[in-house]
């Protein structure tokens, strides 16, 4: 059973446009949602991050919107620049029990 | 500076020779965690050692086992390495299990079996 669904499995966006990635998990234990940022040949890095207590967190470019009765919560990123091509992995975590489970990535390329 | 170190970045054996990958960290973080990742796929964990606790995923083969001597030094050692097992291995750490919110990840280290 996939406890973190993750889409589009790729999505290419216009420099300038914005990039939005979707989650859906089922647990509801889960109380910490990362996302990672990865580029070839590196290691995943945290991107951002939210708690269910709140709806939305923003960062510079990237904001993630947290809906915990419909239980998904998505990564946009505004303005989106070649520099953002990358592979992002959302994740959910039950800190209680040390668990964490990733989606199955998306891979972004924006266009010049 | 990096924060987890991972040796060696790229690591070929040959298929039934045992292999260690190792990792370090200079955040003194409690939780030290083995990743396989393999191409276009999420990283799966392997286990995570929780100080001197080892955790083990019910579904990580018994091939891959690890040892943490110290806080700052976690390996990952593979018995009898099979083509199925090239992959990249990432190590992360964090203050308490659950990749919490001060969680990093090593650069990784590419294994090919030959």
């Known amino acids: 059973q996939q406890q973190v669904k993750q889409s589009p499995q790729s999505l290419i966006v216009q420099k300038g446009g914005i990039s939005i990635i979707n989650c859906a998990y089922e647990?509801?234990?889960?109380?910490?949602f990362p996302w990672y940022q990865q580029f070839p040949g590196k290691g995943p890095a945290l991107l951002i991050a939210?708690?269910?207590?709140?709806s939305e967190k923003k960062e510079g470019r990237f904001t993630i919107s947290f809906n915990k009765s419909a239980k998904q919560f998505s990564l946009h990123i505004m303005d989106s620049q070649p520099g953002d091509s990358a592979t992002y992995f959302c994740?959910?975590?039950?800190?209680?029990?040390?668990?964490?489970?990733f989606g199955d990535g998306t891979t972004l390329t924006v266009k010049p | 500076d990096a924060m987890v170190i991972q040796n060696p970045r790229y690591q070929v054996t040959q298929f039934g020779k045992p292999v260690t990958l190792s990792c370090s960290q200079t955040?003194?973080?409690?939780?030290m965690y083995w990743y396989q990742q393999k191409s276009s796929q999420a990283p799966k964990l392997l286990f995570h050692?929780?100080?001197?606790?080892?955790?083990n995923e019910a579904d990580t083969p018994d091939n891959f086992q690890s040892r943490r001597p110290n806080t700052s030094f976690c390996f990952l050692d593979i018995r009898s390495p099979g083509l199925g097992d090239a992959a990249m291995y990432l190590c992360?750490?964090?203050?308490?299990?659950?990749?919490?919110?001060?969680?990093?990840f090593g650069q990784g280290t590419r294994l090919t079996v030959v």
């Open positions: 992360a750490t964090s203050r308490f299990p659950g990749l919490d919110t001060e969680a990093f």
């Open positions: 647990n509801t234990a889960f109380d910490y």
């Open positions: 939210i708690r269910p207590d709140v």
């Open positions: 994740a959910a975590s039950n800190t209680n029990a040390g668990k964490s489970t």
């Open positions: 955040l003194n973080h409690n939780v």
């Open positions: 050692y929780y100080d001197k606790d080892f955790n």
